[in-house]
Each structure stands twice: as structure tokens, then as C-alpha cells.
């Protein structure tokens, strides 16, 4: 018996392809994602699906933050800090949760 994939699966998976294409060094927000996939007002369904790819290596969850630049997904990372210092390790500056510069660490998902 084959089980059935949910949509809210495809539409998970979807996000997971856009997030693998984010460069070292930039950042996007959940609404632009949720913009790219056609659903622009299914942001905080994309975040569902961020939070749900921490066992997924190959999904930087890290360069996803909120449309003002704040790291709104951080205490779904281990560690009080990780998400951060990922993003600094790839020169992002981060003051107070929020990336300084945000504009010009963005990226604009395209589908």
C-alpha cells in the first residue's frame, strides 16, 4: 500500500527547492518565498515548513528570516545562538536579532 502525499507535503517541498537555492551570504523572508510559490499569503505556512527541515542538511533554514531582517525562526535552531552564527560565518552582521544592511543581504526567490 502506497501512502498518499498530503499537499501540505508537496507545498513543504516546494519551499525546501527554493531555500537550497538562497546563496552563501544572502538571505530571504518567509513572504517572499510564500510570493514565489503563487500562495503570497501562505508566509507563516512557509515558516511551518522551515521549522520542519531542521533533519534536512541540504535546506539552509538559516538564511530564512522575517520581512524586516529580524531572526524570527532562531529558537528553532539548537543553541541559543546558532542561527547567527551561521549567518555571520557567511559575513552577515547581525545586531539584536536583527541583520544590519538587510536590503543588501537580500534575495529575491524566483520560481
Known amino acids: 500500500m502506497t501512502k498518499l502525499k498530503s499537499n501540505n507535503d ?8 527554493i531555500v537550497r537555492q538562497i546563496p552563501e551570504g544572502k538571505v530571504t523572508s518567509y513572504g517572499a518565498i ?6 503570497a499569503r501562505s508566509a ?3 515558516g511551518w515548513a522551515m521549522n520542519a527541515s531542521h533533519n534536512l542538511e541540504d535546506v539552509p533554514a ?12 532562531k529558537h ?15 559575513g552577515i552582521k547581525v545586531v539584536e536579532n536583527q541583520i544590519i544592511d538587510f ?8 520560481v
Open 44 to 46: 507563516r505556512m512557509v
Open 103 to 110: 536590503e543588501k543581504h537580500f534575495w529575491e526567490p524566483k
Open 76 to 90: 528553532h535552531f539548537e543553541g541559543t545562538n546558532l542561527m547567527q552564527q551561521l549567518l555571520e560565518n557567511e
Open 34 to 39: 510564500a510570493k514565489a510559490l503563487g500562495a
Open 10 to 17: 508537496n507545498f513543504f517541498e516546494r519551499v525546501y527547492e
Open 62 to 73: 538559516h538564511r530564512v528570516v522575517n520581512r524586516i531582517g529580524m531572526l524570527s525562526g
